[in-house]
């Protein structure tokens, strides 16, 4: 079944893409250049478009999606990173494994899929949740947020919305997020951009970076099989 509207949709990232292709450059893919992002909801002019139809199909079956985190600059994420790795270097964990703990959930500034404008970390704004939002349990048993992951795995992919850290056991890198969905049409060839300009080895050289000269070669090598890669096969090519 496909309502006009939705046709109209999937005909959009493909106009889209054509157009704005050489602005997706490499400072792009690191989050270095945020003209793009639109200033609503932190995503790509296309991809709030879709989100804002996924969300009014929501809404009829009493979801009411609300978008936690979208786009997130380079310095923001470094941020992140600094406040983390001092955190759990002064509860007096090593620099490595501080990185360790850093990426089961948090990724290097310059790797973020988040820089791109085509992630979202989503909830249901229904059921008023106290304290950390974004955890597993939530979206499991009794927990509040049961029907919005299963309206997710049923409805998102209609809308241009995959999961990017899955549950299956096979995949490596970061843990399980059932909150955390991307926008396909747009993200499959930004991470094939991504790996072929080998953005990776442009990270480490930050030296405002906590803890930057942990992150050698073999370790970045890791990083990109594991975590880059470790992403749902639906966003791949
Ligand atoms: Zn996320």
Not at 52 to 61: G, H, I
Not at 122 to 127: H, L, S, T
Not at 194 to 220: R, V
Not at 224 to 235: A, H, M, P
């Amino acid at each position: 079944m496909m309502n006009r509207s939705i046709f109209f949709l999937l005909l959009i990232p493909f106009l889209g893409f054509s157009q704005d292709t050489l602005d997706f450059d490499s400072s792009f893919l690191m989050g270095k250049k945020e003209g793009l992002i639109s200033k609503n909801l932190g995503l790509l002019p296309q991809v709030e478009m879709a989100f804002l139809e996924m969300q009014k199909a929501a809404r009829k079956d009493s979801i009411e999606l609300k978008i936690v985190s979208s786009f997130r600059s380079y310095a923001a994420q470094k941020r992140i990173w600094n406040r983390k790795y001092l955190r759990f270097t002064n509860e007096g964990l090593s620099p490595e494994k501080a990185i360790t703990k850093i990426i089961e959930y948090s990724t290097i500034p310059g790797t973020s899929r988040h820089h791109w404008g085509t992630e979202i970390d989503v909830v249901d704004a229904q059921p008023l949740v106290e304290g950390d939002v974004l955890l597993e349990e939530h979206f499991h048993d009794s927990g509040p947020y049961v029907k919005l992951g299963r309206w997710l795995t049923e409805n998102a992919a209609t809308y241009g919305f995959e999961l990017v850290y899955t549950k299956d056991r096979s995949r490596k890198g970061f843990f399980y997020e059932p909150w955390h969905y991307s926008y396909s049409a747009l993200s499959v060839g930004f991470l094939s951009t991504y790996l072929k300009e080998k953005l990776i080895d442009k990270i480490a050289i930050d030296s405002s970076l906590q803890g930057n000269s942990y992150l050698s070669k073999p370790f970045m090598d890791r990083y990109l099989e594991e975590n880059i890669k470790g992403i749902s096969t639906q966003l791949k090519d």
